[in-house]
């Protein structure tokens, strides 16, 4: 297995999907994997060490581990298939080892909580890591497993219902305060 680290949390301007781009700790080799905008959050504040009010879901996990008397040993990328990232959390409870299945996504938001070490088998990283230069900027390609969905069409009809609110919008009044006189 090879250590990483979380580089950065990147968004699409295109499309505003989120990436997490993991860096080998001694390479300019990075892994982009594609994660919901709700777990870019989350690795996010982890990162930033913003504490929420209430916990998150992977905080509340972080405590249940803890309770339960056991600590996250590390995670790590196990394999990728179709385009499909799988990970693992190793937990240690009481002198034996558990593994649980999770998204990638997951297992780092619970690492960066829990300052747990990251790695990614050697094959995932040679089949999807890419190398970039100090100067290069990375430009992660859209996720091929699950393709932007064909802009519907607009029919004059279909609109109708907004030309007619924007017709009778007052838009002379709209200084003062929104309200006709």
């Known amino acids: 297995m090879i250590r990483v680290v979380v580089d950065s949390i990147r968004v699409s301007l295109l499309t505003q999907h989120r990436v997490v781009v993991l860096r080998e700790t001694d390479s300019t080799r990075y892994l982009p994997i594609w994660i919901g905008p709700f777990e870019a959050e ?33 995670i790590f990328v196990s394999d990728i298939q179709d385009s499909t990232f799988f990970a693992r959390i190793v937990i240690e409870q009481q002198g034996r080892t558990i593994e649980v299945d999770a998204r990638p996504s997951d297992a780092v938001a619970l690492a960066v909580r829990t300052e747990a070490p990251i790695y990614v088998e050697a094959h995932v990283l040679d089949q999807a890591g890419v190398h970039f230069e100090d100067d290069e900027q990375i430009a992660p390609q859209e996720p091929t497993a699950h393709p932007a969905e064909p802009e519907p069409e607009v029919s004059d009809e279909s609109m109708s219902i907004f030309r007619d609110f924007i017709n009778t919008l007052d838009l002379d009044n709209s200084g003062k305060g929104g309200e006709k006189p």
Do not use: C, F, V
Request: glycine share 12%; aromatic share 0%; hydrophobic share 40%.
């Open 42 to 74: 989350a690795i996010a504040m982890a990162i930033q060490g913003h504490e929420p009010q209430r916990p998150m879901t992977h905080d509340l996990l972080k405590s249940m581990i803890g309770d339960l008397g056991g600590h996250i040993s590390h």
